[in-house]
């Protein structure tokens, strides 16, 4: 055989029939990339497993080591094929319990090979198979058609367990990393020998072989301690050199002007800036200062003031004869904008108006659902300069939008929005690359912003303006408590009582919508095997109660594909207190203030992601009155869903609860892609529990670009940024 690289393709090294569920599965071609599928956990096989793993798989597949005890076959008839079968059951003993295996095979001998040659009484197998809602009946155990091992005929201490796909079985997996490790003779190491020395970490072949065959958990562990740091630095390396090269771009200064139009709103403020507020404008003033382009996120909680300080960024550009955009997600969030900001500035906003101030500008909106002549009207605006802000949606991106001079792009709920979105609104700057600001109401942990905001500075609002009062969350159980249902419309009639407004958010638009989608196209959450109703729908909902629980109030309703008219409508209705309860789905979830709102009823609460629920609840308790957030729910006790909200509802703290969310969910959908065999960005390293192999590797990766920027001495490092940058990673690293 030729020598085997790295880059060898895999059928060459382990045949065609061995390679093809590999790739078909976890899309595995090149031996490199199966010797990067590390396990996700290892079996000790002398000792056999706990009942517990079965309860902590369920839905999923579970991996057991188990002692084979009695077996039975049984005959039944096989009614398609009209015709005796046999099936065979197994008892096998774990640590504290028993699981019971079931074979269903057309011929009996098939069912005694089985017995004879894997499951033997008093041998260890390894088994695997899914958990599901009928594992445990007859009050016991049983997994179907089980992927069986035989332990004995394996010499490891540990066995590893791989992620798997579709119908791939780990014995594939591990024959043919073993092929592979056997004959692969050259391994890229990309990290410099000095790094190496430093650190304390194996070379990296060494590693490959003790992650994949180890005797003990020390070389597991010492194995996956060197892995984690090639993962961490790789990606820490290219946000580094991203840094650099930032400081390279020539951008132009905004520093302002004294007696300007940012000095003028500063005196007229009706209230006082937060410190934590002047802190981050402190920081977001000395960055527009630099010759360089401000490249910054500004992360806070749900009404801690990133508006205003976003607003006077803008106005600082302004005095520096610059103009400001702000994109939106969505008409509803950018239309909120218009008003506020027009509403916060005041006769600054009438620039070329009968008394308007003398530093005053023009706030234009531009959305797609305008009218032709309010369009143009506000295209000659944006093109003169006219406008020094400019609010608006994907319509701003379009290539008849012209500036005279942007100096600062705000982008707001900065995650809605793709990386050639953001590039496009930048690229209409005529001096150079605007400044960029962006803002998330979904506090980030410390290591995403690390790991996936890493080239960006970061300011955090962790305090709330005054005014904002607590909200009271509570979980309301219908599985356990269905008479509480009646309770919670009872509760929003005592609410509007006291001449209050309350929201009412449904997961769907319709009935007819597929069960499985929110409005915004994102995954609804759900438990494995559920079989409860569809989730609630706002043209159902709406409906039933304004002729039902809450007839003779006003109830109006309010979705996505409303026409942009009709939702600025309600919104404005609602807003102007001429509706009493609006059902809506998340398309209130940012931006909409309605100070008299001070209620929520989350319906079906547990389809929604734990930074959604906080974000939702985040609209009520803004004008200084108590919020309550009822969250409604059919999820049973115990269950993750439950968990979730009763978490959510344990604490206001939008920084813990980012926390929990990195914990709840799969890390690699942080990242954008599922953590689970294909596709997976990150394979060993945790953005929760690495946090110091993540600080070392980004405080290595900026001493080696500040020495050698291009990477020219270290040319295997630099051919894996490239490799980064031409796959589904350059996703996250750009999400800013």
């Known amino acids: 055989m030729a020598q085997v690289t790295w880059d060898t393709k895999l059928a060459t090294v382990v045949g065609g029939q061995a390679a093809k569920p590999l790739a078909e599965h976890l899309d595995i071609q090149t031996v490199g990339e199966l010797l990067e599928h590390y396990p996700r956990r290892y079996l000790e096989l002398e000792e056999v497993s706990s009942v517990h793993d079965l309860f902590d798989a369920q839905g999923g597949l579970v991996t057991l080591v188990a002692r084979v005890g009695s077996a039975e076959i049984h005959t039944y008839l096989d009614k398609r094929r009209k015709r005796t079968a046999y099936r065979t059951e197994v008892e096998a003993r774990l640590g504290d319990g028993q699981v019971w295996m079931t074979f269903f ?48 005929e394996d010499p490891s201490p540990l066995l590893p367990v791989y992620p798997l796909s579709g119908k791939l079985r780990s014995d594939q997996v591990r024959r043919a990393m073993r092929i592979a490790l056997d004959v692969v003779t050259d391994i890229p190491d990309v990290l410099p020998a000095r790094l190496r020395e430093e650190h304390g970490l ?36 290219a946000l580094a050199q991203r840094r650099h090269e930032q400081r390279l771009v020539r951008s132009e200064p905004r520093t302002g002007a004294s007696g300007g139009i940012f000095d003028a709103f500063d005196a007229r403020m009706p209230f006082e800036l937060t410190a934590g507020q002047r802190r981050v404008e402190e920081e977001i003033l000395g960055d527009l200062a630099q010759e360089h382009p401000m490249r910054r996120l500004l992360q806070g909680e749900v009404g801690s003031g990133k508006t205003v300080v976003a607003l006077r960024a803008m106005l600082r550009v302004i005095d520096s004869g610059g103009q400001a955009a702000l994109l939106a997600p969505t008409e509803v969030l950018a239309q909120q904008h218009h008003r506020s900001i027009t509403a916060m500035l005041g006769d600054l906003a009438e620039a070329d108006r009968l008394g308007a101030a003398a530093e005053a500008t023009r706030v234009v909106l531009l959305t797609g659902s305008m009218t032709a002549a309010v369009r143009r009207e506000a295209l000659l605006e944006t093109a003169s300069g006219a406008a020094g802000i400019v609010i608006g949606t994907h319509a701003l991106l379009e290539g008849v939008v012209q500036f005279a001079d942007l100096g600062l792009v705000v982008v707001d709920e900065q995650h809605r929005f793709g990386v050639e979105q953001r590039a496009a609104l930048s690229a209409k700057a005529g001096q150079g690359p605007p400044h960029e600001l962006v803002m998330t109401a979904t506090p980030i942990p410390r290591t995403v912003a690390m790991t996936v905001f890493g080239d960006l500075a970061t300011s955090a609002l962790t305090e709330l ?26 509760r929003v009639r005592e609410e509007v009582g006291k001449g209050h407004q309350v929201y009412v958010v449904c997961p769907r638009i319709a009935a007819t919508d597929k069960d499985a989608t929110l409005e915004s196209g994102e995954q609804l959450l759900d438990e494995p095997g559920d079989e409860r109703p569809a989730p609630a729908a706002v043209e159902q909902v709406a409906p039933s109660l304004a002729g039902g629980a809450l007839s003779g109030l006003r109830v109006a309703a309010m979705h996505g594909r409303l026409p942009a008219e009709e939702k600025e409508r309600a919104m404005l209705a609602f807003a102007a207190g001429e509706v009493d309860v609006l059902v809506s789905t998340t398309v209130i979830e940012v931006g909409v203030d309605v100070a008299n709102a001070t209620m929520m009823v989350l319906l079906d609460a547990d389809r929604f992601g734990v930074s959604q629920l906080h974000q939702l609840r985040g609209r009520v308790g803004r004008g200084g009155h108590h919020g309550l957030c009822l969250m409604v729910t059919t999820a049973y006790a115990g269950s993750a869903s439950r968990a979730r909200l009763e978490a959510v509802a344990s604490t206001t703290d939008g920084f813990k609860l980012a926390e929990l969310d990195l914990e709840l969910r799969r890390e690699g959908d942080v990242l954008g892609k599922e953590q689970s065999g294909k596709g997976r960005s990150l394979r060993l390293l945790s953005i929760i529990k690495d946090v110091d192999v993540i600080e070392e590797a980004r405080a290595a990766a900026t001493d080696v670009i500040e020495t050698d920027p291009l990477l020219e001495q270290t040319p295997l490092l630099r051919a894996a940024i490239d490799a980064l940058g031409r796959r589904a990673e350059t996703d996250f690293l750009d999400k800013a």
């Open 202 to 237: 194996l070379e990296v072949a060494q590693a490959l072989r003790w992650i994949h065959r180890p005797q003990d958990r020390r070389q597991a562990g010492a194995a996956a301690k060197r892995l984690k740091f090639d993962e961490a630095f790789v990606a820490q390396v």
């Open 465 to 490: 303006p005054a005014g904002r009062s607590p909200i009271q969350t509570t979980v309301v159980p219908l599985t356990d408590q269905p008479a509480w249902f009646d309770r919670v419309w009872s």
């Open 105 to 152: 095979d057309p011929h009996k001998g098939m069912a005694t090979g089985r017995l004879e040659k894997h499951l033997r009484p008093g041998s260890s197998v390894m088994l695997s198979g899914k958990v599901g809602q009928n594992t445990f009946k007859r009050n016991r155990w049983e997994l179907t058609q089980p992927e069986i091992t035989d332990v004995e």
